[in-house]
């Protein structure tokens, strides 16, 4: 019986022997495995999220999670509860980021790694009243921007350009004290939630609002002016980039453009390379546009034209 | 060596005191905090995900949840437990939604607001059928109009196009009855899982198909007829919008396209303004339209030029 | 009091019982709803994720789930328990996918489907090791290709296009192997996360980059060779096709465009049909194409003009 | 440094490689292991609470889970939709268990096994409406026996004997279909809540109430009346049990006391043997009895002493 | 094929529907159904949980869930946050058992029951100083009464004494402010868990052991005194109740022991009626005793004997 | 209107603030606080659930969790896996036990105290093969004993006395190990799903079985022989014990009783002290024993007498 068995096992003996052999050969992993030196673990995406959580209560009284309900009278000890908890997690979380290629080679845990996780989380802390200033004016340009808008409160519980930029804001400054790898979890987090990309290195001004949203990028050297609204769609990306003698493209040159302020950008435009959008300036919808453009230029696309490949199919 | 613990603790004494002060201030969270004045909480995303959940189960039967197993001798018990927990679990998010800013100061909870959220959930029950009816012309609509599609029954399980329908046309009739912020939440909602964004104000006929969906935006006053089929990253948007008096946009003005009925929007295209797509036309990819086309009209994009500017550079 | 409290429930007697008659009325149904007649439930979108949870810790050791602890020395017991356990998991999915449609109207189960269901898995599971090498290239190309990433690790973690194409190559190879509806699901669940929609027929060479992703869409007849890289919002598809006699698009002819070898294609770029884009050539954002492009070309938007319909209004 | 890091890893490749052999040694696991013949898994105790659940919210409106908010006249869709839940449930859990150890040796599955199943949870779930008759009576005894109660409903809502009650009844009627191993199983899951431990087959009469109940052991063959009334730690056991040939205890002999209607036994006392305890008879605490009492007899443990062993130490 | 498909469904239209209408039926349902009619729900034993966690971190800082890295510098905004999470949390659940009988039968929701909640909670938590000073001491006796015990600390976070007293404490002050049927709910909560029954009316004083605790049991109207130490299976319970006409037994009459200072009880004694146990008095185990003792008493059980009943079986 | 809401909420700001001073006062919390120096977090109950869970996998092939499919085939795979899986799990929790009380106060984490977590961890690894060893002669033991029991795969399942005694056994080698606070919180966790509180330090031989097993207590320094069996709520304790010079109780001292082989203690039999039960005696239910026996004693409780106290009342 016990052939019979095996033989409808789903996988047999033979096969898993084999494929495991396989998957566990050097040549087969060596490029896709990673290996802690520390046995610290890798950085943990729930507890990012958790964290997220936990400033975005804190940050928005009234709205979300431990502090939705908000009263002045007991609001201290709610902020004071939930900095201590965030302190704690991100710590953690930055010490896993510090040590995923410290490459110290030393002992169990990496006394430096977690030393400098304490420092840059107190940096970190510091800020988060100049990151809710800013979030409120995001918040009020979203409100501004949008005639479906009914009041700010909304755009805080439901809107993506709120959302995202609530982690990008916590991102950016994690990027300004120079920490690897999670200001970039942190916004694909909201990248996979509202298809909005904006890299944590772009300089980002006050009033920023991208309505709708999705598939708008903005990449790692841009930099962005007061009072800018981008619509779905926009492209803030990079020409070309110059290569190493590898091949490969060098890293850190400023390459993305920079949008001076009160500039809007309909869906669908891409602007590339290292150019100016002169303040004031209104981008048309699905333009390309790799040059600079003067203070209050008006762009638009080509007119479209009538149909000349059109005929004969069901299109 | 409480002092030396406390110099290893992430956040000191001071420090976590000098912020609780900054953040409890009341400049630093007048613009960014709400406060229920009836102890009423905030609409619930579990809840709603829950309330759609047992809505998608009970419209498509056999598919999801509780309704998974479909005998038609036994659907009518389970139809009639989802509906009855349905409506509890909608007056209540509705209450909520109404309360959120009804500003009426009276004592806890909101008899006014629950009274009307039931009388809501009431009208909105009795227009499931339709609803269902309306999805069904969706269902057909995805399977004739995507070649990869192999029956009606997987755009059912697995297309955003109907995934996203089902939260708007929810939405939409509870924008119909006038409820705040609840329907933008239930298509926020979708657009996050796909990447589409269809304002519950927008009226949309039957037979609606958004192939692909991800960056398809339509606003509020949009009106799309039967039959109409859009592709990725079409935009149905406003040109431009009145301002009033403060300089912010008028707010309820007709400003987003007419889509007759039999029209097909190619991916990118982006259409602008109180204009009107004749029936049966065919918009191409990536144009950029903002003014009428008469019926059965053919635009496409001016034709791609060769390369001016690409020289030189590794792109 | 009975009546007083009926009066006040939500949804009262004769509300639910005229609904529920709608409702289970055949002719409200019958267009919406799945009979299974093995009893054999609908596939499981969360046993599909705990199963691609499986496999991505399986295929990068060290990075997630019950393998992110990763030692060589005991590779081997890791990988075999996982192998062993997507085994159950895979067989599981597959017969329900079988089954979904299979129509043999026999009895309890489907010996048949659950049989091919075996069959299916173990050859799945012998194509893993090349399944691995491929997302080894796919990782190298993301590094390679975006100057903002520190290492491959980074990109394995966090970045969309890894994360989407581990769901691709899987779904690709169930997809060889003429499994019906899994596959699509599998992809429409990377979709989701990831605003990345290539169809589980497409082929794929090595050395795949989608950089940022959103609004990426790949059609089912589509090819594509090595080292290629795309930008959010490109759009791989079908120009038109060709009805049958019922007026419905024909399934299964090659309708999406060949692309060689070494093409970049940037941001928003439509390319639609069975044309072939040359090896080597670099298509610029936005363009719309739908012809045939030789080896090296570079094709670029029309030129941007200057504003000639924005006077007057906000925009 | 791999050497130093496998020094650190907490258990070395030696280690687990000996372990697993031994581990794995057929002498090792052969009397600890089970093997399912037809790849049938094992009973699952969620799955059996999950069962136990709908079948408390149904037996009892009003109180729990679906169930909780009870109304007539929507009554009837929550039990249908309940008692198709649990239908499934049952006769999926009846399969694993019938399956346990069937030694059928056929192929996948055990159509037998399923088929009984099935016929087992259609008897089983007609006899619901005398379960619940028999537990409103063990609800009013729980009321009338207890001063401490307010309410029959605070009985059903937390009352331990209730609770149990619950599982035993459910159980019995399961034990009465020669359904093995699942009828222990529901009351081990009571007996870990409750610290009650009634074997299955034991024959329990109306208005059973037991007070405190832990520690309350009644065995498989024992007889109870009607209006029997156990405090905790009460034991009706078997004396000793004759062996077969083997030293092993004969199962399925009738060894446990008949207690006929109207008895109390209060706390401890200890009731062992074929033994009666004629109606109407109130047995004391800590009694040891292991003879045949009379109707209406009045039992009591001897008359405590005064201390002779008690001097000089602590107690 | 619908007919066999029907044939082999679990549960057939005619017996479902049949089982529906006897469920359905009053006189099936109207002794084991609860209506609530101001659509109050039941309280919630999952919430109910959450209270007493909170509770429990809040009582012992440094021990449990959100206070368990405990600071003196930031103690007060945990403090202070978990009591203004624990006032929400018992106001609820407070509602929640005052309107379960409250029987007044006005409309929605019970604005009476919620004042008089919102009142008792207030009064709750002030006694909460007090509240831990008791568990204090019972910490206390329990390291001091335990030799196996290395340090206070550990009966804090293992020992069934302490778990269950953290529960009655906070039950007895809700009983003393004539909360109905929640306290009892609270104390069954930790019975289930620990095998101790101690009503949450008894009157219990300072340095309170249970050791073990299993099956102790503890009368609604039982006094106990200061340093009293109890062992597993001891009973303080009623001798009998006097009934009132209708046969039923009268509540709230004085009806259990008295145990006076420094008592120790050892293991299965049984106490019964409304008797004194004098200060400083010592009861053997297993001892049956229903009258008073004057205080420094030994009492034991008889003297075992030698076997009389015992031979010629097993035992 | 502030004062009014404020009026309406919970808790008052007064009430809160006064609560949060009294119960941040040191003298509130010092007795009942905890505070690590290390930063390293107290034991975490769910993580140690997870590994015992682990544990009883891999003991017993084929039951339970991620090993519930046994095959012989793929055996080594999962053991390996759940091997490393346990043995990161133990020594992290093994480590917060150590650190609990290690008072050394220097740095963050405590490598000390790591190291010999890593070694105890190894120790008791290699011990496996012999705790499933002894639990497989439990299992026999528990079929054995029990008329009830089909088969030994059913106690295995589903028997309170195999489940205690699988985190007994694991516990004992921990406590053998000088393992501080973990091995009871082992014991402790399963005392509280089956009523039976063994010490972890009881030496307890091969073939031991508890039938029913709520209220059974053995102490620390008891010694149980080969094949002894315990029923429900029999006490092996200690009589009294020597103080200490502050009268509290001397920690240590042998004071449990001496069980030889072959035993039956049947229910509320309670036996005090350091006293001997000599080799295949039998103890009669509720006896209280403070002496020795010689082998082969049969013990009885004296002969219950007639009722002398019972006339005139309900009992």
């Known amino acids: ?9 789903v996988i047999q003996e033979d096969l898993i022997n084999r494929l495991v052999d396989e998957l566990c050969a050097p040549e087969s992993y060596e490029r896709v495995a990673h290996r802690s030196y520390h046995h610290v673990p890798m950085p943990s995406l729930e ?27 007991t609001l201290r000890y709610h902020v004071g509860a939930a900095l201590d908890q965030a302190s704690g997690m991100l710590a953690e979380q930055l010490t896993r980021g510090f040590c995923f290629d410290c490459g110290d080679g030393s002992r169990d845990g990496c006394s430096q790694c977690e030393e400098r996780a304490r420092e840059v989380t107190r940096t970190f802390l510091s800020r988060l009243p100049h990151i809710r200033y800013l979030l409120s004016t995001d918040v009020q340009a979203a409100y501004d921007g949008d005639p479906a808008a009914k009041s700010p409160a909304e755009t805080i519980f439901s809107y993506p350009s709120v959302r995202f930029l609530t982690n990008f804001r916590v991102a950016h400054e994690l990027y300004l004290l120079d920490v690897p790898f999670i200001p970039r979890i942190l916004t694909e987090m909201a990248h996979s939630q509202t298809g909005i990309d ?24 841009a930099v962005v002016g007061h009072n800018v609204r981008l619509y779905q769609g926009v492209t803030l990306g990079a020409l070309s980039f110059p290569l190493d003698e ?21 869906a669908g435009a891409t602007i590339l390379g290292r150019v100016t959008i002169g303040r004031g300036s209104i981008i048309g919808g699905n333009v390309w546009l790799t040059q600079s453009v003067p203070p209050c230029s008006r762009i638009a696309q080509g007119r479209p034209r009538d149909p000349y490949f059109l005929e004969g199919s069901g299109i």
Chains 1, 2, 3, 4, 5, 6 share one sequence.
């Open 1 to 9: 019986m016990g052939l019979d068995t095996e033989n409808q096992a």
């Open 47 to 73: 507890a990012l999220e958790e964290l997220m959580e936990t400033l975005r209560a804190l940050l928005f009284p009234g709205f979300f999670g431990l502090l939705d309900d908000f009263r002045p009278e």
């Open 198 to 221: 904006v890299h944590p290195g772009a300089q980002i001004g006050e009033r920023f609002f991208m309505d709708h949203g999705t598939g708008i990028v903005v990449g790692e050297t």
């Open 246 to 266: 590898q091949g490969r493209p060098l890293k850190g040159i400023p390459r993305h453009p920079i949008v001076e302020d009160d500039v809007i950008i309909y």
